[in-house]
């Protein structure tokens, strides 16, 4: 089971990267964390390719309280259609100051974690929902004719 408690450190942390360093510090950040630490989830992805990265979400959701999130494979892609974050919901509730880039961690964490497992990452909405897809790279799209 997950700590939402976990949000209150994640939203700080983010605040005082970019308080302190300034955003493309913080985007750094965000893009290490996506490509160091998640490196071995990231692996699997690519190993197991859309229906794998679509069980993941799906079971890292499943554990995340008060989260309404629909995990669908469509083609190759994956699709997360985020009705309700799980981060964002539990902030609000606490009455916290989000970071207005907040919703950034996931474009620059979970595109680094795409790209190194062959897919693109896409994110619409945010501050609450969202539709986030992971995009299979073609190699035409790669600059490989």
């Known amino acids: 089971m997950s700590a939402p408690d976990f949000y209150f450190a994640v939203n700080a942390i983010a605040r005082h990267i970019h308080d302190e360093y300034g955003k493309d510090v913080l985007i750094d950040y965000w893009q290490n964390l996506g490509m160091e630490y998640y490196r071995e989830r990231s692996a699997r992805w690519a190993e197991g390719g859309a229906p794998l990265l679509a069980e993941d979400w799906q079971t890292y959701f499943l554990n995340e309280p008060n989260a309404q999130v629909a995990v669908a494979v469509e083609g190759k892609s994956v699709v997360l259609d985020i009705s309700v974050c799980p981060a964002i919901k539990h902030l609000r509730d606490s009455k916290r100051e989000i970071l207005d880039c907040f919703c ?9 974690m795409a790209s190194a497992a062959g897919y693109r990452f896409e994110r619409e909405g945010g501050m609450g929902s969202c539709v986030q897809r992971f995009i299979p790279i073609t190699h035409e799209a790669k600059g490989v004719g």
């Open 104 to 112: 950034e961690h996931c474009d620059h964490t979970c595109g680094a």
